[in-house]
């Protein structure tokens, strides 16, 4: 029986490649817990099976949502789409974050089809297109979704942005779609502060979702808090920063520390901010990599460092700032 004393995250610190290096010179301990030594033994792909258990976060709709997914925009359709699926859900993924904007839904779906892992314990979201705004727009454009994905229900459904207006029907749309169960939360992404709020004075059901760029050089403290306030889950896309400051001395030095990437660091800090966290890979290696951020648990004093980066650095189009035109 190996026994040991730490924070959290216990069964996916084993999980992630066994027991050998572990790193808990970085990893505050302070709760009891006892392993079976059968672990010790399990080859690694067993040991990722743990990941099933990874935390899941309740949603202001009774939901759950995994803390953490895959995010496949610029993966194109094919078998890259499928491979880079295919890979996360074997490396311990729960959550795969598609759009139909991304062209790629069908490739989703052949990869989900493929897998061995129930329905139920994968998580799929996927967004309305800008184009597909209005009542029946919006239930054509699910339909389409639904069928190439091949699937018979939707975890989350997201308005891929404010972008051409029409929010008010889509999103009444969107609640029939909620209330047939072919979607699970219905929710947004790229909203502001404003859109939120016109949105809440028309209808009763406010989004489960915002899913906004977020990561250590972009905070979007105001937008985070009013979420907070108002319980709608953050769920941070480009948590990488799309790859553009992986490169920088101060983070590289701290993931040194950690003897981790400096995106695994990102994706780390994203975690112990509470968001639901959606990097893109379309690299095996780097997607095994990416999921290790549960391994460890970055210090406080690091938190606050990165916390201290925000110039906000945007790579994503600002459209959080587009007027509200109903
Ligand atoms: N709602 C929206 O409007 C919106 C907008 C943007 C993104 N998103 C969602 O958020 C997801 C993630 O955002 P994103 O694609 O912009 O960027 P990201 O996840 O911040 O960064 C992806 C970039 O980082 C690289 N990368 C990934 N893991 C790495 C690692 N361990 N080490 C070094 N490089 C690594 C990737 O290259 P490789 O692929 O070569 O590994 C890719 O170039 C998207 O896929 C999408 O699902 C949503």
Known sequence: MFCATFKRNVGIILSGHGLV???????TFSRTCQISSRYLHET???????YKNDKRIRLNDGNYIPTFGLGVWKIPNGLDTINAVTWALNSGYRQIDTAARYGNEESVGQALSASEIPREEIYVATKLYDDSHGYNETLEAFHKSLKRLGLDYIDLYLIHSPMNGKILPTWEAMIELKDKKLVRSIGVSN???HHLTELHKTFDVIPAVNQIEVHPFLQEIPLVKYCEENNIMIQAYSPLANGQKLDEKSLRMLARKYQRSPAVVL????LEKGYVCIPKSSNKHRIEENITAFEFVLEKEDVDFLDSLDE???TCHEKIKLPWTG
């Open 21 to 27: 290096g572990l790193k808990f010179n970085c990893v």
């Open 44 to 50: 690694s792909c067993d040991l990722k099976n743990l």
């Open 191 to 193: 909203f502001g502060i």
């Open 267 to 270: 994706i780390r800090w994203c």
């Open 312 to 314: 906000g650095f945007r």
